[in-house]
């Protein structure tokens, strides 16, 4: 069974602080995303990642790739509570070996909510 | 960058009405559509993958008569909820994936989502 886990689930952070959220996959893939959705909206893209080794960033948010350990990781600096929203990450299966689902599509975590207090 | 544009944003009907939602892709061509759906603090589950002209292809417990989906053109999907019940409120989203050239976050584009309310 193919699953995408994200750890933690809820977060709660003082601005200022760092912290990692983690994506671990089941999978082989070399494609992964991260969103960000704030109540009642849809998803805002942060990152795609495409390769092994990919590390990318925005502002207070960096997030990297290691397609052999199956782990993505979304790396908060100094938060702030503009912050506040709820995470997922989401592996590509149109990079997933031997997988025969659907006409490639994403898998999700299950998110992981962030709040950030003064 | 690559825009679908989802209505209605908001719904609420009655028991046993249908509801259409539309997701237009605005400035590519959606080979590809995902709809799906999220539970209040839950994650995204996907309903059906359609492609333009095909029939769409169901995930495993989702009913194909309920939720019925049309992708009559590259840049039109919908999803009808038909005899809507209040188990199917929720929050629907539409993903697009098109040609390389014109989609932006990597090969998906989400629309701005439906809340369906079912009184």
């Known amino acids: 069974e193919l699953k995408v886990e994200q750890n933690p689930l809820f977060l709660s952070m003082q601005e200022g602080k760092n912290y990692t959220i983690y994506c671990n996959y089941s999978?082989?893939?070399?494609?992964l995303y991260w969103y960000r959705q704030d109540p009642g909206k849809s998803l805002e893209s942060l990152f795609v990642?495409?390769?092994?080794?990919a590390v990318k960033q925005e502002g207070r948010l960096m997030a990297s790739l290691d397609t052999k350990a199956r782990l993505s990781t979304l790396h908060i600096t100094a938060a702030v509570h503009d912050l506040s929203a709820t995470y997922f990450c989401a592996v590509d299966m149109r990079k997933a070996m031997n997988y025969g689902g659907s006409q490639g599509n994403l898998i999700f975590g299950k998110g992981t909510k962030l709040s950030v207090k003064p | 960058g690559a825009v679908v544009s989802q209505h209605p944003s908001r719904v609420i009907c009655k028991s046993g009405t249908s509801v259409k939602i539309e997701c237009r892709s605005l400035d590519f061509q959606a080979t590809t559509m995902f709809w799906y759906r999220q539970f209040p603090k839950k994650s995204l589950m996907l309903m059906a993958t359609s492609n333009e002209g095909s029939k769409a292809t169901y995930e495993q417990g989702v009913e194909k008569d309920k939720f019925l989906i049309n992708h009559a053109s590259l840049t039109l999907s919908t999803l009808t909820v038909t005899s809507a019940h209040p188990e199917d409120s929720s929050f629907y989203i539409c993903?697009?994936?098109?040609?390389?050239?014109?989609?932006?976050?990597?090969?998906?584009?989400f629309g701005s989502g439906t809340r369906l309310t079912v009184v």
């Open positions: 993903s697009a994936r098109g040609e390389k050239r014109d989609r932006g976050a990597g090969g998906y584009t």
């Open positions: 999978t082989t893939s070399d494609r």
């Open positions: 990642l495409l390769s092994n080794g």
